[in-house]
């Protein structure tokens, strides 16, 4: 069982930057691949971006690519979301994710566990 802990959320504006961290429980949080997703009032949940579990290969959705970066520090047992230039169309809930297979993935059907969300709010 791993459970996750989102923080790092809150309001900026446009423009802005936003760092996220979710916190894992359990002893082999490098075996899993650990994902972001978001969800926004009255849509579906969306996938944001993922990681392998010992680091160094990721993926993004478009919407974000060049904008976000996923890290992970697995020694902390910690991964991160810092997000930069945020627009108004990034506000949601951002949940945290892990799948109990190192490979990445990006659909919210092959992750495991969730955290509860953390909301970012982006003001324009």
Do not use: H
Not at 10 to 35: D, E, I, K, P
Not at 67 to 81: E, G, H, M
């Amino acid at each position: 069982q791993v459970q996750l802990v989102e923080s790092g959320g809150g309001l900026v504006q446009a423009g802005g930057s936003l760092r996220l961290a979710c916190a894992a429980s359990g002893r082999t949080f490098s075996s899993y691949a650990m994902g972001w997703f978001r969800q926004a009032p009255g849509k579906e949940r969306e996938f944001v971006a993922t990681i392998r579990g010992g680091g160094g290969s990721t993926g993004y959705a478009d919407s974000v690519k060049g904008r976000f970066t996923i890290s992970r520090d697995n020694a902390k047992n910690t991964v991160f979301l810092q997000m930069n230039a945020l627009k108004p169309e990034d506000t949601a809930v951002y949940y945290c994710a892990a799948r109990s297979i190192i490979i990445e993935a990006v659909t919210a059907g092959e992750y495991n566990y969730w955290g509860q969300g953390t909301q970012v709010t982006v003001s324009s």
